[in-house]
């Protein structure tokens, strides 16, 4: 095993590790037969010995854990914090000082910090962010200079919470579903789009040929799996609001299969009785959820 400074940490030798060191290379100068028990001078001795080394270690380790605000104490973390132009207020407790210093619980305020709060929320499994900075109210109906969050997953107050952190006072919040917060008593109300997921049923009718290298393209169920997969999975699915087109169904083949050309798609959408072709409407507060899918080969 490795000691002192690694990539991990610092591995300190602890008092035990040390005095067998020791005994084990008595052994080697003077021989087995060497007398070092506890009760023995020379064992004594042994023992004093590594308890001023085991000190050393332990000296080095907190030398190695002054440096990270996290792990240093009283003197330190005031020298730490005037390396980020923090002073550290009359009385103020470490543990206040540490969060200070290294931004604890302070959200940095951007699209994509806030998609990654709500996204770590437990039991979310999909979500995104909209923003309208301008000053009119914007084609999904969000209000000016208003952020909107739509999730799916969790639980309506834990999202609440982690929207809350990064939309200072000011900014208002846009949704289908409203949620009363508290923070150091004072109240607010967050909004966010919790979508309606909508069964969709698609029949996308392929061309069929060979690739540029002369060989067959995938078998109709080969390529409606991959872009069944390519749909549902949370990283690029549809968002809601986002309509199921002809390009979203064409750049996907073309990006993945040679020798297969889009032609046309069929859809049909719940609740709905007549088929749609070529479009699936999708309102803002629903997102498409994509129950099968079915390739035609139309021409070979």
Request: charged letters at 20%.
């Amino acid at each position: 095993m490795n000691f002192g400074v690694q990539p991990t940490g610092f591995v300190r030798k602890n008092t035990a590790q040390i005095l067998d060191e020791v005994e084990q290379q008595l052994v080697t100068e003077f021989g087995p037969g060497v007398i070092q028990t506890p009760q023995s001078p020379l064992g004594q001795i042994n023992g004093l010995f590594a308890d001023l080394v085991s000190e050393l270690w332990e000296l080095g380790e907190d030398i190695y854990q002054s440096y990270d605000p996290d792990q240093a104490e009283g003197t330190r973390l005031d020298i730490l914090g005037r390396l980020r132009l923090v002073a550290r207020p009359g009385g103020l407790p470490d543990a206040r000082f540490r969060s200070a210093i290294t931004n604890e619980g302070t959200a940095r305020i951007t699209l994509a910090d806030l998609v990654t709060a709500v996204r770590a929320v437990d039991g979310v499994t999909w979500g995104v962010a909209f923003v309208n900075e301008t000053g009119a109210q914007d084609d999904n109906g969000m209000p000016p200079n208003s952020i909107a969050v739509a999730a799916l997953g969790g639980t309506d107050e834990r999202i609440a919470d982690a929207i809350n952190r990064f939309i200072p006072p000011g900014i208002s919040s846009y949704g289908n579903v409203r949620v009363p917060v508290e923070e150091d008593g004072y109240c607010r109300t967050i909004k966010m789009i919790r979508p309606v997921e909508t069964d969709v049923e698609l029949v996308v009718r392929v061309i069929r040929g060979q690739t540029r290298k002369g060989c067959p393209s995938p078998a109709p169920m080969a390529i409606g799996q991959l872009l069944y997969d390519h749909l549902t999975a949370s990283e690029t699915r549809p968002w809601n609001g986002e309509n199921i087109t002809p390009y979203t169904i064409r750049s996907f083949l073309e990006a993945n299969f040679d020798g297969v050309i889009y032609d046309s798609f069929q859809a049909r959408k719940a609740e709905f009785d007549e088929a749609f072709d070529n479009v699936v409407p999708i309102d803002f507060f629903e997102i498409a959820n994509v129950t099968s899918i079915g390739i035609q080969v139309i021409s070979e």
